[in-house]
């Protein structure tokens, strides 16, 4: 079967660095992407990955190593409007999203 | 960018009655539509694909003949829930793609329906 793990929950202190890993089996791969998700609204694209390594995008970051199934999300400078939920989702070999059930962030002061 | 939208964004209704949700790409046209249910606390769940002027493909589980989806265009698909129940109370979010070989989704902002 087709399977993608996060954490179901996390929490950081405002200003700090989280990193949210993912990792996945699924049945072929043509790319990863995170999402992030508050609450009552629909989600929003953060990134895609498709070749290994890091892709930087201003306070965030998105890893990705297809050998080992496993990517991670990488937020840097936290600021209360992160917190939100963060969904992972696999491309599958028919070209399917396959998502993650999300990890949801918590920012304290 | 890609944008789409949902109307309503919120409905309530009375057990028994049936309500349509609209899904519109207003910038682009959409060769592909996904409607997902989430619950709260829960992942999005995928309830069907749909592929302009033909029939949607319903995942496992999901009643087609309860949830009547219709691709009429390129920007415009509907999902209708027929003979609502309380249960069917939940989030519904529909996305949009571009064309085969664009994987990204761009996702409306979502149907709030409460039924009574």
């Known amino acids: 079967g087709q399977n993608i793990d996060q954490p179901t929950e996390m929490t950081a202190t405002e200003g700090a660095i989280v990193q949210i890993n993912c990792t996945y089996q699924t049945s072929g791969f043509n790319g990863l992407f995170w999402y992030q998700q508050h609450a009552g609204e629909a989600p929003t694209f953060l990134s895609y990955n498709v070749l290994d390594g890091l892709e930087e995008k201003g306070r965030f970051s998105s890893f990705l190593s297809r050998s080992k199934g496993y990517s991670y999300l990488l937020l840097k400078e936290l600021q209360m409007k992160d917190s939100a939920s963060y969904l992972c989702a696999v491309v599958d070999s028919n070209y399917q999203l396959i998502w993650g059930a999300g990890t949801k962030l918590i920012i304290k002061p | 960018g890609a944008v789409v939208s949902q109307h309503p964004s919120w409905v309530i209704c009375k057990s028994g009655t049936s309500v349509k949700i609209e899904c519109r790409s207003l910038?682009?046209?959409?060769?592909?539509m996904f409607w997902y249910r989430q619950f709260p606390k829960q992942s999005l769940m995928l309830m069907a694909t749909s592929n302009e002027g033909s029939k949607a493909t319903y995942e496992q589980g999901v009643e087609k003949d309860k949830f009547l989806i219709n691709h009429a265009s390129l920007t415009l698909s509907t999902l209708t829930v027929t003979s609502a129940h309380p249960e069917d109370s939940s989030f519904y979010i529909c996305?949009?793609?571009?064309?085969?070989?664009?994987?990204?989704?761009?996702f409306g902002p979502g149907t709030r329906l409460t039924v009574t």
């Open positions: 910038d682009f046209q959409a060769t592909t």
């Open positions: 996305s949009a793609r571009e064309r085969e070989g664009i994987y990204e989704q761009y």
